[in-house]
């Protein structure tokens, strides 16, 4: 097969979740046609796309701070260089952008960067119709018919894409639309190109991708969708993000017990420990309801590790509150977590509650959260020190002659081992942990 060198270059910025990154790989599948090839340096691009997140304050603010750089470098290319503003930033401020940053050429919310060649000729031909942000997955995906092109053995694959929890907190439901997931012949037949483009793991992603199907009153669900993705061949890992506590059903947890290929790993956040906040928050579960659910997931698969999202200084949260959080904390004991100060954001219902908390109080609250996670993270990997877990391996590594690879607890592990080995998942005996990561040799003397 030839393929006509790139004529174009397409520079991509990825802020925020895995389903941003997803997205920012399949934009380039879908200008690959159009000659654009991928760089890693904007000044040398012909097309700049940030693709934003709306969750917090910081990371919203960080996207007109990198506009106005890439202004700059804009006004030094006469050949020209067109801007563009994707993801939940776009979808949530179209319009602000287009005032406050003149350089940008067009904007495309995140369920209509399918539309992006169409877009990117009509910002050529003039300055009017550059802002799409419908809310159509279906048509999205039904248009992304452009070939993916994997760039290692472990890919990612949107099952499920928006929300209609309403957390008081979040923005998420207004950037992304309501629950919607895909077919699971689509998801099937993806999975299976993957497979073949070499991909050995796949994260299936969803902002609650274990209410995969349920908006279509829950045929099977996401146990069903894994049981049936296990069963291709190469496909030897099989993991899931973001899940919400109120789908974790049954059948997920008996998938976690009886399904080989699906990683004991569960990223389940539970925010706080105070009943009152969680309330207040709209979680719709309780701190006991939450631990008693952990127990029964570990009850169907002992050594799973449990990560977890955290927020402090959420609106009403006193000193006992937090204690509460902090409780949860010690009975669940995380293997990873990640945990975040309060960010008001415009619009939500908790950005007009009482009872906003002191900035330097959240910031108290926030560094004894992160001691106590990170002293358990650490316990978490020093466990597996002596053990032989099953490593695959993705990537060369900082030292010459090691690579890097993932226990099946999503650890990065050290290892020193031929590039052959990519790719492969080989045992590996764990000789020491840091906080975030292993080091072991191969059991086996490679042959
Ligand atoms: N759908 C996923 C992920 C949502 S965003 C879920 O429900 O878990 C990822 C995390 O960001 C959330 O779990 C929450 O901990 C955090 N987050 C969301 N909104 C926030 C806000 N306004 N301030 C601080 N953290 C927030
Ligand atoms: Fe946001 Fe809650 Fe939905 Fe997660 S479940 S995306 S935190 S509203
Ligand atoms: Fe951010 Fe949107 Fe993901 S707000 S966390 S990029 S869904």
């Not at 340096?41 to 996207?63: F, G, M, Q, S, Y």
């Not at 955290?310 to 204690?323: C, H, M, N, S």
């Not at 890097?404 to 590996?428: C, E, F, N, W």
């Amino acid at each position: 097969m030839s393929e006509t060198a790139p004529a174009k270059r397409l520079y991509i910025k990825t802020y925020g979740c895995q389903m941003n990154v997803y997205d920012s790989e399949r934009m380039a599948d879908v200008l690959a046609p159009l000659g654009y090839g991928v760089t890693d340096d904007p000044a040398d691009a012909d097309l700049v796309v940030l693709n934003t997140c709306h969750i917090r304050e910081k990371a919203t603010e960080k996207v007109y701070s990198e506009l106005g750089q890439l202004k700059r470098l804009k006004q030094a290319r006469p050949d020209g260089m067109t801007i563009a503003v994707a993801g939940c930033v776009a979808q949530a401020e179209g319009e602000e952008i287009m005032r406050r940053q003149p350089a940008v050429d067009l904007v495309v919310g995140p369920q209509a960067y399918h539309q992006l060649p169409e877009l990117i000729a009509r910002a050529h031909r003039a300055r009017g119709e550059r802002l799409a942000a419908d809310f159509a997955p279906d048509e999205k995906f039904d248009a992304l018919t452009a070939e993916r092109r994997p760039s290692g053995v472990s890919a990612f694959l949107t099952v499920q894409e928006g929300c209609d929890k309403f957390c008081t907190f979040c923005v998420v439901p207004y950037t992304r639309g309501g629950e919607w997931s895909r077919p699971a012949d689509a998801i099937e037949a993806e999975a299976r190109a993957l497979a073949e483009k070499g991909v050995r793991e796949i994260t299936l992603l969803g902002q609650n991708v274990n209410a995969y199907a349920k908006d279509q009153g829950g045929e099977g669900g996401l146990a069903a969708l894994i049981r049936r993705l296990a069963k291709i061949d190469g496909l030897d890992r099989i993991r899931y993000t973001t899940s919400h506590p109120r789908d974790m059903d049954d059948a997920l947890i008996a998938a976690h017990a009886e399904v080989p290929e699906l990683m004991p790993y569960l990223h389940l956040p539970v925010q706080a420990g105070s009943d009152k906040v969680l309330k207040a928050m709209n979680r719709a579960h309780t701190a006991e309801s939450y631990v008693r659910l952990i127990e029964r997931i570990r009850a169907a698969r002992p050594d799973i590790a449990i990560s977890g999202d955290f927020i402090v200084g959420f609106p009403g949260e006193r000193d006992a509150d937090f204690e509460a959080t902090l409780q949860l904390v010690r009975e669940v004991r995380y293997a990873s977590a990640f945990s975040f100060k309060y960010s008001r954001r415009p619009g939500t219902p908790a950005a007009a509650m009482m009872g906003q908390v002191k900035p330097e109080a959240a910031d108290e609250r926030l560094q004894r959260l992160q001691a106590l996670l990170d002293e358990q993270q650490q316990a978490f990997n020093a466990a597996q020190a002596g053990r032989t877990l099953p490593v695959l391996f993705e990537k060369a590594g900082r030292h010459p002659g090691q690579l890097v690879g993932k226990s099946p607890y999503l650890q990065a592990v050290h290892v020193t081992a031929p590039d052959r080995m990519l790719g492969r998942i080989v045992p590996v005996r764990i000789e020491s942990a840091a906080r975030n990561s292993l080091a072991g040799v191969l059991e086996l003397e490679p042959a």
